[in-house]
Every structure is written in C-alpha cells, then in structure tokens.
C-alpha cells in the first residue's frame, strides 16, 4: 500500500479498540440444515463404528477362549475349541501376494502405455475401458476363472513344477516330472490359479491410480530430458517413474487390500483345505473370506463369534495396507501441485 | 561412443527432406520378420524337435524368442540406449495389449457362453421354482433374480444416496475436527471387505435382532458396503467445486443451505451423479453380502420384508455350482444379465459423468447463453425505463455501445 493514512486516536478512546466481535446471522432454515448435515455425519459415524466395535466385541469372546492359539493353531473346529486362523491367514496372504505379483508388471505396463505410448485419439478409450475393468462383478471374474483360464493354465502349472520344482514354493506333493502318466489335475483349484485371477480384478485398480500420477509428472521436465536426448524409455526412467513412485507404491498396496478381502472369485476356485499350504501350484488353499463363506450357514453361537474374530483379523488387516497406500498416495499428489 | 556422419552422406546430393514420422518403416520390418522367425521357430520346437504341448506355453515361449531376436536384430544397426528403447516399447505395449485381452476374454467368454439361455425368451419371464436340474433351457428363468437385484439396490440406493451425499456436504461444507473423524472413519471403511459387511448384517439383524432372511437385510449389507464408496468418492467431486463461486453466493448474502442447494450441488452434479452409479455397480455386482443375507431361493418373492430373496450375482453363484451342464448354462446366461446390467450403468455414468464440475455440456451451455442473454436485455430495458423516467435523455455511453 503507498496511500498511509494517518488517524489520531485519542488516549482515552484507545481502550475500546479492540477486535470486533463477528457475528454471522444465522436464519433458521440454515440452523436446521446445519444440524441435519451433522446429524446424518453422525449416523454414519455410527453405522461405520458399529460394525468395527460389533466385529470387535463379537469376535472378542471367541479371542478369550483360544488366547495366542487364535494365530497359530491351523485347524478350524471351534466347537471342541481347537481354532486358529494360521492356516486361512496364510492362505489369505499367499493368494494376495501371487496376485500383486501379476497385477504389477501388467498394471504397470498398461499404465504407461496409456499415459505415454497410446496414440491420443484412443487414449480416452482405454481409460473408459480399464475403468470399466475395475467395475466388471468378481462373480464373473470367478466364472471366467473356473471355466476358461482354469483347464489352460494346468500345462503351465505342469511345466513349472517340472522344471523349477527343487524351489520349495513350487514342489507339487503327489507329481512326478518323468512319470508320464501323470495327471494335471493336482495343479487344478490351486493358490496359484486363483492369485492369477484376483491379480487380474485388481490390475485395473492399481492401474488407474498409477496412470493418474504417470499423468501428473511435469511436461517441463520430460521435454528437458527429451531435449537432452533421451530415448522415450531415458525420459520415463529419468522423470516419469521417479515421480509416479508414490502412485506405483500406493496403487500397489490399495490393490493388495482389494486382493485380501477378495470372496466370491477365490471361493469359486480353491478347494479349501486347513493346513497351512506353502506349495502354491498344488490343489487346496484357504482365505478368511472364503473360511467366513463357507461356515457362517451352520455355525453354533461361538462359531459365529469365532468367524467374528476371523473377519476383525482379515478388517484390520485390509485397514493397515489401505491406510499407508492412501498416506503414500496423498504424499505423491501433494508433490506434484507444489510443481 | 563416436557417431561417423560424414561417410554416409555426400555433401554434393541435395539436402534430403527430414522424415519426421514416429514409426520408421524399417521398425515395421523388423518386428514383422521377428514376429514370423519366433513363430516358425516354435512351432519347429513344437512339432518336430521337442514334446512340448499346450496353447499357452505356444504363446510364451515364442514371445520369449520374439523378444530375444528382436534385441539381436536392432543392435545390428542401433545404439544400446536405442535398442532397450526399443525393447521396452514392445514390452509396454504387449502388456497393455495382454490386459485388453483378458478384459475382452472376460466379458466375451461369459456373454458368448451365456447366449444359449438368453436365446430362449423364457428365461426372461420365469422362475427357476419349476425347473428342475435335468430341465432344457426353454424351461425355467431368472426374473427372480432380476427383480431381486432391482429391488435390494434401489432399496440400498434410497437409504445410501441421501445418506452419503448430506455425509459428503457435510464434510465439505463444516469442516473441523468433528469433520475430520467422520472422514478417517468413512475412508477407514472403504476398506472393509464386503464378506465383513454381510457378516456384521448376518450377525445383528438375523442372529442377534431374530429376523429372517431376507431381500431387506441383503440390501442393509449392500448399503453398509456402498456408503463409504458414495461419500468418498462424492466428497473428492465437492471439493473440485471451485472457491469463487461459493464465496461469490456467500457475498451476496446467501446462507450455507441456499449456497449448498443453488451454487455447490449444481455445480458438482455430474460428478456425483457419476459417483452415485459407479457405486450401483459396485452394489449391484456384489455377492458375498447378499449370500450370507438374502437366503438363496428359485421363485419369485417381490416382498423384500419377508422370505428369502435372489439376486443375479447370487443366482450365478448357486447355478454354476451344479454340475448339471443346463444350470451352468444358465448361470452364465445371468451373468451375461448381470454384465450387460454394469455395462449399461457404466456406459450412463460416462454420458452423465467424466466432465468436471461448471463444465457445461454444448446444450446446457446454448441454454445458459439465451439466459443470459434474455437477462442482459431486461437489465437494458429496465436501465432504459428508468432513464427516461427521471428524463436524463440518452447518456453518453448508450450512443457508443453497439446495440
């Protein structure tokens, strides 16, 4: 400001100048949507609260009974109160991982096909269709799994037993490479197949978030290194891929919570089994969400309370890796705007 | 590493036009005569030299040589940073294509094996209470399951919508710490599984209230799983709504309701309609929720408040868990309803949806200049008539501007 004015305020009146009281008027149709807009935050405060503190409560009865067991007993009969989810926990993870492990190069690759090679008149297209992906029902994925990819992938299965067998993941029980008679189908209903299709449900989720941030790196910066020249591959590895590595990290664990509380498409495909199954090309596995679909039907009061426990394990599991990918990813984005 | 131009090109030629394209013909070459090398390579592995079988096993080992002779070839006249270029750009591309066709292997598997039982009208029209496993497709249907999943999603919609979106309103238009509990709650929920939030339903409205099962409690566990997907997504659109705007009502004396039901809501309408009906697909494609609380039943029931309900990701579920070739048939056939269903949502939330908020479709945008324009002239006309009402004549600056 150059114009200074200058105001004499005398001694006596200085006292009364202080901060101003502000007050809004407030009619009342706006006191009334004020209190209904916190009511319904309320509400839903209480509906999302309810059911961690009911999960909390009712599984906490059948936490009392096993104690520790609940972690490391592999056997599900809580009726004679022999349970523990080591089993269907390990399961759970086994199939997350197998997932992430085909989700990330194939969401990765189609992430930056889209953000950097696709030709721009179909670029709108692929995100329609990816997006669409995410949105196709797990039912269907499950279907699709079972029917179709099932009986192709079982000489797959066959063959990575046969020659990579001496890793321990990979031993089938029950095969024998040069026995020609051998049938495939003890690769059928196995970790690996229904890792394969979950991987697939959640590429589509984890590529989107990565090509948003694949988006977002600064043109300056990729002409910069273009201008210097670099291939287009110098350019993504120089400036893309350092700065989507909070989109590639978080979109990655968001999938990984989205593989964990799969159901439908894994309870369609595995064939469950209550020992812990390290073997992943072999039939059998187990999750807690598909132990909770099997059960619930003809559970006993405990039981019911015990799958309580087993579902809290499985929520807070999903809440931990949910919570550091939303962290990871909000970090990314708030780097990007200070561009 | 030293680049030798000179021997090449003879000063004397005349300077040649720059070839500015993005594909080289000689690229097109070699990845064509690649492609045809690693074909006719495995299939020599394949038929004659090794006993190997199977499609898939086809397929990557001669994109594995695909791979390998391709790096041979364009190091014969590349550079080495050229040649990863050139590598990774085949397999970035290959793995989008791989992810297009799984998409389309997905959708058109399912669809494809359910046209036998889309084919016959019956399906559309019956129940599935009459016909027995052993029954042919012209017997029997899903409109138990159609009419199922069309009443538990609007009865989920009609608690969720109004629900989430005051929620989201809420969050953005009150913030403060009170604010910021009911988010970290509602973003901490989005992660629950849904199987957990049908357990929970199962848990209190039919062990612990003593209800039955029922099209009711399915549509609580669908609204208790899609909330937290409508107020989060909603609440990123609200936030889009640009500040000026709002400040501009608010600075012309407007409450918070008036700013929230005239400028803000209007505003974001596209993107919370977009909001709204990915989180139907969401609810609609769901099955864990309902399995554990509709009750799976094969007849018509349009009462959600008693007996058991059906809907189509649950009908699929059951039908194809027979071995019977017929109900797997028709397993796929409502699939292939469910598919179309999402498909179709999908398709509506892209039309309605995917512009930001104040971006105006070319119709809104027509309609709001003839808006405008009717106000501009009965601001004139008003400014004219009171002119002439104290008698001031024509002023200066209505002789210059152009009328």
């Not at chain 1, 910066?221 to 287009?232: I, M, V």
């Not at chain 2, 074909?39 to 040589?65: D, H, K, Q, R």
């Not at chain 2, 889309?118 to 029954?135: K, Y």
Request: hydrophobic share 50%; proline share 5%; net charge positive.
């Amino acid at each position: 400001m150059s114009v200074t004015e200058k105001i004499d305020v005398p001694a006596s009146e200085s006292s009364m100048d202080r901060p101003r009281r502000l007050v809004a008027a407030v009619d009342r149709p706006d006191v009334a949507f004020r209190w209904i807009a916190r009511g319904s935050g309320t509400v839903v405060l209480v509906i999302m609260s309810l059911v961690g503190l009911f999960l909390l409560y009712q599984g906490y009865q059948a936490i009392q009974v096993a104690g520790l067991n609940f972690l490391t007993e592999q056997a599900w009969d809580p009726n004679s109160g022999k349970f523990g989810i080591a089993a269907v926990l390990v399961g759970t993870i086994l199939i997350a991982l197998t997932a992430i492990f085909f989700a990330l190069p194939l969401s990765l690759g189609t992430a930056l096909y889209i953000s950097e090679y696709a030709p721009r008149k179909i670029k709108n297209a692929l995100v329609t269709i990816v997006d669409l992906m995410a949105a196709v029902p797990s039912v269907v994925y499950g279907l699709w799994g079972l029917f179709f990819l099932s009986p192709e992938i079982l000489p797959v299965s066959q063959w990575i037993a046969s020659y990579l067998g001496w890793i321990p993941i990979f031993t089938v029980h029950g095969f024998k490479a040069d026995d020609p008679l051998a049938t495939p189908t003890v690769f059928a209903a196995s970790t690996f197949i229904a890792g394969l299709v979950v991987g697939l449900m959640v590429a589509p989720i984890t590529s989107s978030i990565m090509r948003e941030v694949f988006t977002q790196a600064p043109l300056g910066e990729r002409e910069g290194a273009l201008a210097l020249g670099a291939t287009r591959w110098g350019m993504i590895r120089s400036v893309v891929l350092p700065f989507g590595r909070g989109g590639i990290i978080g979109g990655t664990m968001l999938g990984l919570g989205r593989a964990l509380g799969e159901t439908i498409a894994v309870y369609l495909i595995i064939s469950p089994v209550f020992v812990i199954q390290p073997h992943i090309l072999e039939k059998g596995a187990n999750t807690i969400s598909a132990l909770i679909a099997l059960r619930y039907n003809e559970a006993s009061p405990f039981e019911l309370s015990a799958l309580m426990a087993a579902g809290l394990a499985l929520f807070l599991m999903t809440l931990v890796v949910n919570f550091v990918a939303s962290i990871i990813i909000s970090r990314s984005r708030s780097g990007s705007q200070g561009d | 590493m030293t680049t030798v131009i000179g021997d090449r090109l003879p000063p004397t030629t005349p300077e040649a036009r720059r070839n500015t394209a993005t594909i080289r013909t000689v690229d097109v070459i070699r990845l064509l005569g690649c492609a045809a090398a690693s074909i006719g390579f495995t299939s020599w592995l394949y038929f004659s030299a090794l006993p190997l079988e199977g499609f898939l096993g086809f397929v990557l080992i001669s994109y594995g040589l695909f791979l390998l002779l391709f790096m041979v070839v364009t190091s014969f006249d590349e550079n080495g940073p050229t040649v990863r270029d050139r590598i990774i750009e085949v397999v970035v591309n290959s793995l989008a294509f791989l992810m297009l066709l799984a998409l389309f292997s997905v959708v058109f598997y399912t669809v494809g094996r359910g046209l036998g039982p889309l084919g016959n009208l019956n399906f559309f029209v019956q129940d599935m209470s009459l016909a027995g496993p052993l029954d042919p497709l012209s017997k029997g249907g899903v409109i138990h399951a159609m009419a199922g999943t069309l009443i538990m999603i609007t009865m989920a919609l009609a608690v969720s919508v109004p629900l989430g979106l005051l929620t989201a309103v809420f969050l953005s238009e009150y913030p403060g710490r009170y604010a910021r509990i009911v988010r970290t709650i509602v973003e901490a929920m989005t992660a629950l599984p849904s199987i957990v939030a049908g357990l929970f339903i199962y848990a209190t409205v039919i062990i612990f209230l003593g209800f039955n099962r029922s099209g009711l409690a399915a549509s609580l566990a669908i609204t208790v799983m899609m909330l937290p997907i409508i107020i989060r997504s909603a609440d990123v659109v609200l936030r889009l709504v640009p500040g000026n705007l709002k400040e501009a009502a608010r600075a012309l004396g407007a409450s918070t309701w008036r700013t929230v039901w005239t400028v803000t809501l209007p505003t974001a309408r596209s993107g919370l309609t977009t909001a709204i009906i990915l989180g139907t697909a969401r609810g609609i494609g769901e099955t864990s929720p309902v399995l554990l609380t509709a009750g799976a039943t094969t007849f018509l029931n349009l009462n959600p408040l008693s007996g058991p309900m059906s809907s189509l990701p649950l009908t699929t579920f059951a039908l194809v868990r027979s071995p019977e070739p017929n109900m797997i048939a028709r397993g796929f056939g409502s699939a292939a309803v469910l598919m179309v269903l999402v498909v179709l949502l999908f398709a509506l939330a892209r039309i309605i949806g995917g512009r930001g908020p104040g971006q105006l479709s070319s119709r809104q945008e027509r309609a709001r200049t003839r808006q405008s324009k009717v106000d501009d002239y009965r601001f004139r006309a008003r400014e004219l008539g009171a002119r002439r009402h104290v008698g001031g004549g024509v002023s200066e600056r209505e002789r210059t501007s152009p009328s």
